[in-house]
């Protein structure tokens, strides 16, 4: 498997109120497992939400550069190919026996998560701008991973997933196949008025870059919510939005 990159005092990325630390020390990913169990499960209870994938992935922890406080964070695991893509979060989920054959360099985002009451554009700003670095410079071709719905009942989301039937749905050479025993096939959606604002924020900014979902959504009781395959060719995104997000990746602090 494809070792994440080293967290190194280059992968500090100061933007204005907020800073993205990309780092494996053990510290920093208790602190974003305690910020993941606090927005996942709405426990403030010291607990931790942990799993056998942390130790594989780079932690990437948002904070406010003048308090330190940790407003958001996620995880990446890195993989040299589709061939390594059996060993993802996703694949507990999803077959995805179509993306073995991906020949490029892949990274898996997930359990991205914000700090109760943490809505400022900039915090989404900011971890994306620290995922192109990192994207970059590991010459990434695909991203991937579960985009959740709050929730785990479907027809409270029928509007957004009635746009990702309609629109977003990834091409048949690379759709995963149904891998989980509890899933809502987007057929049975039925005339639903479809609504972007409906999908959540991250997996919109995944669409608005060329992203696509798999036909299907898997409702995920043990975490509470209702996800769908997520995949981003880097090589789709368009133009001008690359160009913004590697000026906002590259500046220097």
Same mark, same amino acid.
């Given at each position: 498997?494809?070792?994440?990159?080293?967290?190194?005092?280059?992968?500090?990325?100061?933007?204005?109120?907020?800073?993205?630390?990309?780092?494996?020390?053990?510290?920093?990913?208790?602190?974003?497992?305690?910020?993941?169990?606090?927005?996942?499960?709405?426990?403030?209870?010291?607990?931790? &939400?942990?799993?056998?994938? &942390?130790?594989?992935?780079? %932690?990437?922890?948002?904070?406010?550069?003048?308090? +330190?406080?940790?407003?958001?964070?996620?995880?990446?695991?890195?993989?040299?190919?589709?061939?390594?893509?059996?060993?993802?979060?996703?694949?507990?989920?999803?077959?995805?026996?179509? !993306?073995?054959?991906?020949?490029?360099?892949? @990274?898996?985002?997930?359990?991205?998560?914000?700090?109760?009451?943490? %809505? &400022?554009?900039?915090?989404?700003?900011?971890?994306?701008?620290?995922?192109?670095?990192?994207?970059?410079?590991?010459?990434?071709?695909?991203?991937?991973?579960?985009?959740?719905?709050? +929730?785990?009942?479907?027809?409270? #989301?029928?509007? +957004?997933?009635?746009? !990702?039937? &309609?629109?977003? @749905?990834?091409?048949?050479?690379?759709?995963?196949?149904?891998?989980?025993?509890?899933?809502?096939?987007?057929?049975?959606?039925?005339?639903?008025?479809?609504?972007?604002?409906? @999908?959540?924020?991250?997996?919109?900014?995944?669409?608005?870059?060329?992203?696509?979902?798999?036909? %299907?959504?898997?409702?995920?009781?043990?975490?509470?919510?209702? #996800?769908?395959?997520?995949?981003?060719?880097?090589?789709? @995104?368009?133009?001008?939005?690359?160009?913004? !997000?590697?000026?906002?990746?590259?500046?220097?602090?």
């Amino acid at each position: 498997m494809g070792e994440p990159v080293e967290a190194t005092e280059a992968e500090v990325l100061e933007r204005g109120r907020y800073r993205a630390r990309a780092s494996r020390a053990a510290d920093d990913v208790r602190a974003a497992q305690a910020l993941r169990r606090q927005a996942f499960y709405g426990a403030a209870d010291g607990g931790l &939400d942990r799993d056998r994938f &942390d130790r594989k992935c780079l %932690h990437v922890l948002v904070e406010e550069a003048a308090s +330190g406080r940790l407003v958001a964070c996620y995880r990446l695991l890195f993989l040299g190919s589709g061939a390594e893509i059996g060993q993802s979060y996703a694949a507990q989920f999803y077959d995805l026996a179509r !993306l073995m054959a991906w020949p490029g360099r892949m @990274v898996e985002m997930g359990r991205f998560c914000l700090a109760p009451g943490a %809505h &400022d554009p900039e915090i989404l700003r900011t971890a994306w701008a620290m995922m192109t670095r990192l994207v970059d410079r590991e010459r990434v071709q695909m991203l991937f991973g579960c985009s959740s719905f709050a +929730g785990t009942d479907p027809r409270a #989301h029928l509007p +957004g997933l009635a746009v !990702l039937r &309609d629109r977003f @749905v990834g091409p048949v050479k690379w759709r995963p196949g149904v891998g989980a025993p509890d899933v809502f096939g987007f057929e049975r959606i039925g005339a639903v008025t479809p609504r972007l604002r409906a @999908v959540p924020p991250l997996l919109r900014t995944y669409l608005a870059m060329g992203g696509w979902v798999s036909d %299907h959504a898997v409702i995920d009781r043990a975490l509470g919510t209702l #996800h769908v395959f997520t995949g981003l060719e880097v090589a789709a @995104v368009p133009e001008a939005r690359a160009r913004a !997000l590697r000026a906002l990746a590259h500046k220097t602090r």
